[in-house]
């Protein structure tokens, strides 16, 4: 992880959860250490409440850690608002919901600019044009309102809001899952487009296996909060060598394998042993008693008792 924008070391995120009455501890992020460099793109892939989203907002520090260390740009990571102003940025899944829709869309992309004291009014305008040019939207589009744009067009204006301060790292959470196909197509070629002019640090969080591979140079797969799998993109879609990774890959269609279909989401998460034990179509009696650690095969980080098959056979 060495030359890291972001680094995540050993991460543990714990929440209260329920009435006064019933409190109970939620882990939300378990021994999750990843780190994104300049200019590369780490995709998050897992089910929802696999921890994908609190790994995000921990990177971003919207959350502080229970335990473990977050690292910004060689630092130990700063919470005051302040001194990361302008340096983080986020992309959600629908930009409706981040978008004032009383405010015109150049207002809306500007006010990154704006809170951080970024230029006067002649700049920012300035700034704000280009801006929605390189993300292929006309400058004209600044006095229209967010209602008056398509989702995909909606899209763009919430990426050039994001990027318009220049950021060191940028997360994208779930941010092509509501558009359509062609639509997404042309999101992510507008994101791997200026992350290769920007240089900035990406983490691309998405269930969609399918859209990850094609943006990601490397992905972590999680699941119940914990880091299961990690690789480069070539590496886990040669084949992913946890049964969790390969369930996702059967289900999304990109393998042929019935065998690695994964039992119902509805199944318990194990509280001893491998999380995955009650759905998982390989899991053993080791499975079930010894949790298993992350640990090296080949170029991948796998945390799995039988990463090649059941008794070795894949």
């Known amino acids: 992880m060495t030359g890291s924008v972001v680094e995540l070391r050993s991460v543990d995120v714990h929440f209260a959860s329920g009435p006064l009455w019933a409190r109970r501890r939620v882990h939300a992020a378990r021994e999750v250490s990843l780190g994104v460099a300049a200019g590369e793109t780490l995709g998050l892939v897992g089910e929802s409440g696999s921890g994908k989203t609190t790994t995000g907002k921990v990177c971003l520090g919207l959350i502080r850690p229970t335990t473990g260390d977050v690292v910004f740009d ?97 997360v994208f959470d779930e941010a092509v899952s509501a558009l359509d196909v062609s639509v997404q197509a042309q999101i992510l070629n507008l ?47 040669g084949r992913g060598r946890h049964p969790y990774t390969r369930g996702l890959q059967a289900a999304s269609d990109l393998i042929e394998d019935e065998d690695a279909r994964l039992a119902d989401a509805s199944e318990e998460i194990a509280s001893e042993g491998c999380p995955l034990t009650p759905r998982c179509p390989i899991a053993t009696d080791l499975c079930r008693t010894t949790h298993p650690a992350l640990r090296p095969l080949g170029d991948t980080l796998v945390a799995c008792h039988h990463p090649e098959g059941r008794a070795g056979q894949s």
């Open 191 to 237: 994101i791997r487009e200026l992350q290769a002019e920007a240089g900035f640090a990406a983490l691309f969080i998405s269930h969609d296996l399918a859209a990850v591979r094609y943006v990601a140079d490397r992905i972590v797969v999680m699941y119940a909060g914990e880091v299961v799998e990690s690789a480069t993109a070539e590496t886990l879609y």
């Open 74 to 170: 060689g630092h130990p990571f700063d919470y005051r608002r302040r001194a990361r102003r302008g340096a983080l940025a986020a992309v959600l899944q629908h930009p409706q919901w981040s978008l004032n829709p009383r405010l015109h869309v150049g207002t809306s992309v500007a006010e990154p600019l704006v809170i951080a004291g970024i230029g006067g009014r002649e700049e920012t305008r300035r700034q704000t044009g280009e801006m929605l040019e390189r993300v292929g939207l006309q400058p004209v589009l600044a006095k229209r309102y967010p209602h008056e744009l398509s989702g995909g067009q909606r899209q763009r204006v919430a990426i050039a809001r994001a990027l318009i301060t220049h950021p060191k790292f940028v």
